[in-house]
């Protein structure tokens, strides 16, 4: 973190000897206050998109029309943004309009909550214009200005506010909640790329706990299409795709084709309610640890389990298809899946030994009719 901060501070002296403000702000400034480690850096500045371009060689300026600019330095990505107000919202989520100001208090005035608000300067000297170090203080989450207004322009601010609460173990005004149960179902029109980012965050954090009593507390099942019931029982599990297994909503939210297949693979395994070698077999380790969390078992006599595998997968068998077909004397065919369904069971349950003397015997007696 100090050295992520040094780099921060070569960005804000390079701006402020071409006779621009600049500040660290938000996320990085709250957490340097709370001895937190963070890596994210934001910087605003009364510098134009242009003139941090014409500063910065490397810049890239992702969209024009929203004044960032991002820069790297030795692997360090920079956001750097251009002090404004934003003049009115398109579908409650986005700024539709922005001008440019030339004032630190004009800028810090659009943004969420107090405790992102504070700024800090290439001294590391603390500019706090809205009160941010009390509220970081008291512990709580307050919006800037009306909490209703915030949350209606932005109805991604509401699951920040749950974020922010849970990460941190704050309290959430009752001001703020209010406003999240009168603007609540803005949250139907968001994304669920953007809602599945913030609940990845809140069902991530060790505080996963406190986050699943304030979404019940502030009443956002609905709205989020999640029963957090589900989540009643999860144990000591602390896998985030465990999390979203319980919760059952793969075919709603937006997930890979491989994270699909292992919350498929882990709810199988709650089902049959057994970890077994064919469970561990079949499943692979990583699902049959994620229930054994879940369910409270011993994760390490598990892992132990799987280490004693006798065969791991169809290819530690002994022998191939090949070798079965000519000792049948027999074409290939659909017998093969059979054989081989019936010799994975044989040698898991330790009835028969994957030596392929003992195996081809036992194939020759049972098969070769």
């Known amino acids: 973190m100090i050295e992520v901060l040094k780099k921060a501070k070569k960005v804000l002296n390079e701006l402020n000897k071409h006779g621009y403000e600049a500040y660290i702000v938000g996320g ?7 001895k937190r480690k963070s890596y994210d850096i934001d910087i605003c500045t009364n510098a134009k998109p242009k003139e941090i371009k014409e500063i910065f060689n490397d810049a890239c300026v992702p969209n024009e029309d929203y004044g960032s600019v991002i820069i790297s330095i030795a692997n360090v990505r920079f956001e750097i943004t251009t002090y ?3 003049i009115s919202y398109i579908n409650n989520r986005k700024p539709e309009e922005i001008e440019y100001v030339n004032d630190l208090q004009e800028d810090v ?15 590391e000297k603390i500019i706090d214009l809205l009160n941010g170090k009390k509220d970081l203080k008291k512990r709580v989450i307050n919006t800037i200005g009306d909490s209703y207004v915030k949350f209606e322009q932005d109805s991604l601010r509401i699951l920040r506010a749950v974020r922010f609460a ?3 173990d704050f309290k959430l005004t009752n001001d703020i909640e209010y406003a999240i149960k009168r603007t609540k179902y803005l949250l139907k029109k968001l994304s669920y790329e953007r809602k599945k980012q913030e609940l990845d965050k809140i069902f991530s954090s060790p505080n996963i706990k406190r986050g699943i009593e304030l979404l019940k507390k502030l009443d956002l099942e609905e709205e989020l299409e999640i029963d957090l019931s589900r989540l009643n029982h999860i144990g000591n599990c602390n896998d985030l795709l465990g999390i979203w297994a319980l919760l059952d909503v793969h075919d709603i939210y937006p997930f890979t084709s491989n994270e699909k297949e292992l919350i498929m693979d882990i709810q199988n395994l709650l089902d049959e309610g057994v970890i077994d070698n064919k469970s561990l077999y079949k499943y692979d380790l ?5 229930v054994a969390s879940i369910l409270n078992m011993d ?3 598990v892992t132990k389990m799987y280490n004693k595998l006798p065969i791991k997968s169809r290819k530690d068998i002994c022998v191939d298809a090949n070798t079965i077909t000519k ?3 027999r074409e290939p065919g659909s017998y093969l899946r059979d054989i081989f369904e019936d010799l994975e069971n044989k040698i898991l349950n330790y009835t028969l030994k994957n030596k392929k003397a003992e195996v081809l015997k036992y194939i020759v007696k049972k098969y070769n009719k």
């Open 28 to 34: 990085f400034v709250r957490d340097y206050l709370l």
């Open 84 to 86: 404004r107000k934003e």
């Open 109 to 123: 005035l659009r943004r969420d909550f107090t405790i992102n608000s504070l700024c800090m300067d290439k001294n």
């Open 166 to 168: 849970t990460i941190l």
């Open 286 to 290: 990583y699902p049959n640890i994620v």
């Open 299 to 301: 994760k390490r006599r």
């Open 327 to 329: 000792v049948l004397n």
